[in-house]
Every structure is written in structure tokens, then in C-alpha cells.
């Protein structure tokens, strides 16, 4: 964590507001407080942008392992590490841990609806194609048992969601295409160590992905965010999540 002084943050001095992401709040019956915030406005009250002095400042060229120490951290980043671990010591393919190690990487600090649709499409640019495929099938594929790999449904998901919880077509069609594809098995293993086992083990230091990242993960020289590419605005909203716009 970060202890720099205030006047070391932007918009230093001044009260900033965070209006909570919609996708948040929406349904919920909280408000955005969006009308509070605009009345509160003044020369001393803004709205957030840019660091925020309470999460700990990313470097200006952000690496994938900045983000596993700074920003995908708590439940999820704790399960991520764990299971790419797992993954890691059982002697699977390094394309399959780096899976495992990003597959609910949106979970972290983004959107949780659709995330493996929204991990797979933000990590694209930099992965192999498979990669990127198999976190975004993991979602669907959660859902259905394969006797063949010992893959169960969750019992998790039980509690999560009612015992009568039926996953919607597009899931169901999703994972049938997935069963048929020929890297159907890379997004099965990643299901496989989709486990939670948030108290068993400490957290592992993500320092032991290094090499893996380091050949397998295509880091930008200007950081993640800054670089140009189609999803680098994801990665932004990574580094700055309570920026008004
Ligand atoms: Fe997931
Ligand atoms: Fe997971």
C-alpha cells in the first residue's frame, strides 16, 4: 500500500466523490447518489478521477503481476493464485495454468455478470487464442458434469444459487459447442481447478508465475492500459474503478 502524501494524489486537497458503476447499483434499490453528488459539488467537492489515495497507485506501465499485487486481490485473487498453483504443481501445460490463473480475472476489480465473456475478451490481445478461449468456456462449462474427468457440478453452486437454479440457453449452448470443440479439455481443467479453497493454503506469492507469464503472456512495453490495443480501456477501469467518467 501506498503511503504518499496527500499532496502527492491528484485533485489533492478536495473532498472526491464516487458514484458507484451502475452495474452495481442497478436492482438493487441503493441509489447511485448521483443527484447528492452533483447538489454537493463545489470548489472544495469534486468527482473522482485518476488515483484514488485509498487503493495502492499502479506503476505508469503497469505488468500483469502489478495487477495481482495491486488491484486483483481479496476472495478472487486469492482463488486465482491457488488455483493456477494447483495447476502448476500437478504438472499441467503452462498455457493451462496462465488459464487458470486468469480465468475469473474480471471478478477481481471489474464485472462480475458474464465474466468469463469479459476476462476472455479483456486478456485476448496477449494470450493465446486458446487461453482466452477456455476462460471464457470455463463459465459455461461450470455448469455441466463430465463423469469422464471426474467434473461434478458445484456443490457451491447449490448454495449460490438454489438447488433448482437452471442455467440459461445461451449457457446451455455455449458449453454444448464447447464439449464439441477441439480444445474442449484446456476449458475442462480450468473448471477442475475451479475450486475454492479460499482457507486451506496461504496465499501463494505471484512472484512463482514469472516465467510462466513471461512466456506465455504478451506484456505490453507501454503497460496494460496504455498501449493501444482493443481492450486496454478494460484494464484502465482496472487501474482507476471509481473514476466518474
Ligand atoms: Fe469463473
Ligand atoms: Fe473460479
Known amino acids: 500500500m501506498d503511503h504518499l502524501p496527500e499532496a502527492e494524489w491528484p485533485q489533492e486537497g478536495r473532498e472526491r466523490i464516487i458514484v458507484p458503476a451502475p452495474v452495481a447499483i442497478v436492482g438493487t434499490g441503493q441509489s447511485t447518489?448521483?443527484?447528492?453528488?452533483?447538489?454537493?459539488?463545489?470548489?472544495?467537492t469534486v468527482m473522482m478521477m485518476g488515483d484514488?489515495?485509498?487503493?495502492p497507485r499502479m506503476p505508469e506501465a503497469p505488468t500483469l503481476l502489478d495487477f495481482f499485487r495491486l488491484r486483483i486481490t481479496g476472495i478472487t485473487g486469492r482463488h486465482l493464485l491457488t488455483a493456477a498453483k494447483r495447476a502448476m504443481d500437478e504438472g499441467q501445460e503452462e498455457k493451462i495454468v496462465l488459464a487458470c490463473l486468469l480465468h475469473?480475472?474480471?471478478?477481481?476489480?471489474?464485472?462480475r455478470s458474464d465474466h468469463g465473456y469479459w476476462g476472455a475478451q479483456m486478456?485476448?490481445?496477449?494470450?493465446?487464442?486458446?487461453?482466452?478461449?477456455?476462460?471464457?468456456?470455463?463459465?459455461?462449462l461450470r455448469y455441466f458434469a463430465d463423469s469422464s474427468v471426474g467434473y461434478e457440478y458445484p456443490e457451491s453452486y447449490h448454495r449460490f444459487f438454489g438447488a433448482d437454479?437452471?442455467?440459461p440457453d445461451y449457457i446451455r449452448r455455449d458449453a454444448e459447442a464447447a464439449r464439441a470443440h477441439r480444445w474442449y479439455m484446456s476449458a475442462r481443467l480450468v473448471t477442475l481447478y475451479d475450486r475454492y479453497f479460499f482457507?486451506?493454503?496461504?496465499?501463494?506469492?505471484?512472484?512463482?508465475?514469472?516465467?510462466?507469464?513471461?512466456?506465455?503472456?504478451?506484456?505490453?512495453?507501454?503497460?496494460?492500459?496504455?498501449?493501444?490495443?482493443p481492450t486496454a480501456h478494460m484494464w484502465r477501469t482496472m487501474i482507476w474503478p471509481n473514476n466518474f467518467l
Not at 33 to 44: K, Q
Not at 104 to 111: F, G, T, V
Not at 200 to 229: H, K
Open 104 to 111: 475469473d480475472i474480471s471478478n477481481a476489480c471489474l464485472i
Open 165 to 167: 437454479y437452471v442455467p
Open 33 to 44: 447518489g448521483e443527484h447528492e453528488a452533483l447538489a454537493r459539488l463545489g470548489p472544495d
Open 123 to 140: 486478456i485476448a490481445p496477449y494470450v493465446d487464442e486458446e487461453v482466452a478461449w477456455a476462460v471464457q468456456q470455463h463459465q459455461a
Open 199 to 229: 482457507d486451506e493454503v496461504p496465499v501463494p506469492d505471484p512472484e512463482f508465475l514469472t516465467d510462466v507469464i513471461g512466456r506465455n503472456f504478451r506484456q505490453p512495453a507501454e503497460g496494460l492500459g496504455f498501449d493501444g490495443s
Open 52 to 55: 484514488n489515495p485509498a487503493l
